[in-house]
């Protein structure tokens, strides 16, 4: 085989269609936790202080800041990657009470606020855990009950606001019942309640959405991997201008199996497929481990783009030791060429396929110097040779008439 722009697709170094997305910035992780969830608990205990004890009494009560100060590091601890999200709602309010305590001692466990703080922390909690940790499954409920819950807070807190310095009415039934039985009270606390619901449903909807969005990307950024390779859909993704056309020095490697064609012929095709895949299956992750910049499969064929010949000539190394105990039991082997030199780079193709590759002579010489390579061997160009300072153990050198060359080329078959 004699291809010299390769346009098979190449294969991703992590074929998974399921791995994770990255997480986001530790920045945006931050602020999208808090005005989610953390700040809600710390807003409305602050809000509700305001009301009962006034701007002045706020800002000169140093627990004020401590309740800040613990709720801003549950948020940077729910903003990490795979929190624990039952400890981690409960770690603000746990730092709070234990800093708070030993200030107010017994008047702590007298303020109603404390209590609705404790209970919607712990409701929070219980209910982020099942959805997250153990019952991921029901979020279609879970996920709406805590926004209802969460509008419940807000009516909690509205309660302790009205009931003022006479915080033990919040205990007697009757004072809530009259509570609940006048007009406006009863609209706002059902109106909090559906309103709850109906952003909880909401918010299932855009969960799902993301998800799936998600899945969608993942599969699209994979099935981008496997036809162009991972270095183009990063330099597509981080620096689309460097799709463009440009000369840049590449180590090309090449290898092939000898004598593939006629043992194919007298083999049946199962056993063909199957060692081939199998093949391809030891091989992959040999020229992976090495970072290329594209990976090309064309029958027995393989071609690989790196950036340095230090990394042409590991790869080489490691496929050659991946693939001989695949092709030995068969009595075949694969013969490999390197050649370094510079090459134009970019997205080939028309309107409708397109394919990132290298092109030129450098191509070419390298295809050649694998077809002259017997089974099992590394041949180098002396291009590679220097550029390695000559420290490769080496067999022997000689020059080689290659087609289409004026004047021979030294090449170097690696011990």
Known sequence: MTPTVASSPAISSDPALTHDLSPPPLGLAFRREFLSNSGHFLILKSLADIA??????????????????????????????????????????????????????????????????????????????????????????????????????????????????????????????????????????????????????????????????????VLLQNLAEWGLGSHAVMTAVNHPERLAFQQCDRAIVFMDIRGFTHWSEHTDTETVAATLNHYYQQVEPAVSQHHPLRITFTGDEIMAIYASPQQALAAAQAMQQAAAPVLQPHHIGAGCGIHYGTVVEGLFGGDSVRTYTVIGDVVNTAKRLESATPAGEITISDAVYQALHQRVAVKQSHNLNLKGKTEPLTVWRVA
């Not at 039952?86 to 466990?109: A, C, H, K, Q």
């Not at 209802?148 to 009205?162: A, E, P, S």
């Not at 007009?183 to 855009?206: A, C, D, E, K, P």
Request: avoid cysteine.
């Open 52 to 217: 009962l004890y006034g701007w002045r009494g706020f800002v000169t009560d140093p627990t004020e800041y401590l309740l800040i100060g613990a709720m801003l590091l549950q948020t940077l601890y729910l903003s990490r990657p795979h929190p624990s999200r039952f400890w981690g709602n409960l770690m603000g309010v746990s730092l709070y009470t234990l800093i708070d305590l030993p200030v107010d001692g017994r008047e702590f466990f007298e303020s109603p606020s404390h209590g609705v703080f404790w209970l919607f922390s712990l409701a929070i909690a219980l209910l982020q855990s099942s959805r997250y940790h153990w019952r991921p499954q029901w979020e279609r409920w879970t996920l709406p009950l805590e926004s209802v819950v969460r509008m419940l807070m807000v009516l909690l807190f509205y309660l302790v606001v009205r009931a003022g310095d006479q915080s033990s009415q919040l205990m007697n039934w009757q004072w809530l019942g009259q509570f609940a039985d006048e007009n406006t009270h009863f609209f706002l606390m059902t109106s909090l309640m559906l309103v709850g619901l109906l952003l909880g449903m909401h918010q299932l909807q855009i969960v799902r959405q993301q998800r799936q969005l998600q899945q969608t990307t």
